[in-house]
């Protein structure tokens, strides 16, 4: 099947700092990605729609220039938390869907990534 | 996004068949229900899907009553290793793509 990976793993940051996370399509184009968070817990929260070349769509909600993405090729979206707080600590996991597949809902994520801010 | 619901937990003895049952009764005409689960600390993994006919994978079965506003995920020889959060989706049409998770049902699979 179709495989994401998302980097790094784990990110510990200081209040304050940016931290980026990569999520990649390995062995397919993804046009489109998706972000979501979760707390400890909870269930997933969709943050935004990454689409290739063009602006992310953010869930209400979500504050757009904190979380910056950019999909700026057809295997990587990355996502930037800006002036980072401890609030924000979270696990990040992105999504993607083969435009081959004929279930748009089907979808590959990538393994999470866990942000801790200090 | 059709609304689901699904019990907050349930047992399996390892070997044994698990039945997670999901209510939408909701669901329009068209809409496909859909099942993820995430082990702990992973992302999700897509399961199956179906829209009225009961489907089968490599991974589980999919039973979908007639009526369409429940369907239960058989796994048939649960493992150990199958112990995670099982989703039940439901996607409205408008939400291309997106995914709107529940709580799911937390499955237990013991020795």
């Known amino acids: 099947g179709a495989v994401v990976s998302q980097h790094p793993s784990w990110v510990i940051c200081k209040s304050g700092t940016s931290v980026k996370i990569e999520c990649r399509s390995l062995d397919f184009q993804a046009t489109t990605m998706f972000w979501y968070r979760q707390f400890p817990k909870q269930s997933l929260m969709l943050m935004a729609t990454?689409?290739?070349?063009?602006?992310?769509?953010?869930e209400q909600g979500v504050e757009k220039d904190k979380f910056l993405i950019n999909h700026a090729s057809l295997t990587l979206s990355t996502l930037t938390v800006t002036s980072a707080h401890p609030e924000d600590s979270s696990f990040y996991i992105c999504?993607?869907?083969?435009?081959?597949?004929?279930?748009?809902?089907?979808?590959?994520f990538g393994p999470g990534t866990r942000l801790t801010v200090t | 996004d059709a609304k689901t619901t699904q019990p907050p937990s349930m047992d399996c003895a390892e070997g044994r068949a698990a039945n997670l049952p999901c209510n939408h009764s909701t669901i329009s005409g068209n809409e496909y229900v859909y099942w993820y689960r995430q082990i702990h600390s992973q992302g999700p993994q897509y399961i199956i899907h179906g829209l009225k006919n009961n489907e089968t994978n490599e991974m589980a079965s999919l039973i979908i009553t007639e009526d369409r506003k429940s369907s239960t995920l058989i796994l048939p020889h649960a493992t150990l290793r199958d112990t995670a959060v099982y989703y039940c989706i439901v996607p409205g049409g408008t939400s291309y793509g997106k995914l709107t998770f529940g709580q799911g049902t937390i499955l237990t699979v013991h020795p």
């Open positions: 999504s993607a869907r083969d435009p081959r597949a004929s279930v748009i809902y089907e979808q590959y």
């Open positions: 990454s689409n290739e070349g063009s602006k992310a769509t953010y």
